[in-house]
């Protein structure tokens, strides 16, 4: 009977402490996302010179045979019917001071929309709160992270103007803290873009050289403060990275040095159902750093026979506005400015350079909650191939009408 008496008041005691266990357990909430983007794209025949002339689009200008030994450049225009890359499914994990996230999406969509593709982490990483600050360890978006626009098209992508001079770092492996509005990471470099091959026939060519070799001691590393003041919220930031490139040469090993950096300052206001947003940004050799542009010209420019290195200078300005009409629908628009300029490694010297211009309007729409539909049209000017002593080159335009579909779950 005393033994039976011991184990109910052992009972009694493990479902007394059963709450406290429950309260215990990490909180996992989940979410997902959705995106279709459906358009008509038409891009000009210039954009047949070089790559990523139709900024996203599948629809690019195209080399005809009109006659025999007679090539000529032809417009191209596409219905592009596919799930975007930034569809994702992801949760948010929470345990007291602990916590953290994953999030999968997919490499890419099949042409014909039908063929299966490969799942991708996205996000995976862990926070710990200690109080004072919040360390994260794992792949997440970086500090340099300051998104103001909805562009989307062409080609779907990842949306939010990126690419067209939105402050983003992207999603990279990272040691973070964040102490309120402040953000500092040790992010991983970007070390695979080597400096562009300047010449006058293909100035957007790869560099030739064999033997190369990538000396990188230091992480990328990039800050920012985000403040909020009563209707307006501000943003600065800034990433810096440097690394080696060794060059195998018939003289010997030649050391060639980059260093990329960018400063970018961003602002939100929002004025009863009116918001206005902008960013600017001003860097070097951008495109070796990592961050991402469609521009033809982001990264340091290289004489491929004598080493010889020259900077190339970016820098955009994005300017948003929009107007809520209801809590369902509202109309955004907006123009960006993008430019590449660089010294010319080489004898006579001079400068290449291009400017492009973005222009769009879209509305967003939501007939159910979490559902959402944004017709879009925009353009975009690549502007002109500018290199110092060479009639200017002309790189084409792109215009699409599209709409992006998006349910979250």
Known sequence: MKKLFVLFVALVMILAALP?????????????????????????????????????????????????????????????????TNSRIGVNVKWGNIGGGVEFGQDGTAWNGSKDTRASIRLMYGTWNFGSGTLLIGKNYTPYFYLVSNLCGPGGGECNGIGFGSIYGGRRDQIGLQFGGFKVALAAPETGNNPSDINTSAPWAPPAANGVDIDQWLPRIEASYNANLGPVNLFVGGAY???????????????????????????????????????????????????????????????????????????????IAGFKLTDTFSIEGGVIWQQGKADIP??????????????????????????????????????????????????GNVWWLGIKWQINF
């Open 20 to 84: 406290a266990f429950a309260q215990d357990k990490a909180d996992w909430a989940w979410y997902g996302s959705v995106r279709m983007w459906t358009s008509y794209e038409n891009t000009s025949k210039e954009t047949a010179l070089a790559a990523n002339l139709n900024n996203g689009s599948k629809a690019k200008g195209w080399n005809a045979l009109t006659a025999p030994g007679v090539f000529e450049l032809q417009d191209d225009a596409v219905t592009d019917w596919q799930l975007q």
């Open 241 to 319: 990275q440097t690394y080696d490139i060794e060059v195998g040469t018939v003289t010997g090993v030649q050391t060639v040095n980059n260093d990329s950096w960018v400063l970018g300052l961003g602002g939100k206001s929002a004025f009863g159902p009116f918001y206005l947003n902008g960013t600017f940004q001003y860097g070097n050799n951008i495109g070796q750093g990592g961050l991402s542009t469609v521009l033809q010209f982001s990264r340091q420019l290289i004489n491929g026979t004598t080493l010889e290195t020259e900077n190339n200078t970016y820098m955009t300005g994005q300017l």
């Open 346 to 395: 080489e004898a006579g010297g001079g400068t290449v350079k291009q400017d492009e211009w973005v222009y769009y309007i879209n509305a967003t729409w939501s007939p159910a909650k979490n559902f959402f539909i944004i017709p879009e049209f925009g353009y975009i000017d690549n502007g002109k191939l500018s290199v110092s002593d060479v009639p200017d080159q002309d790189l």
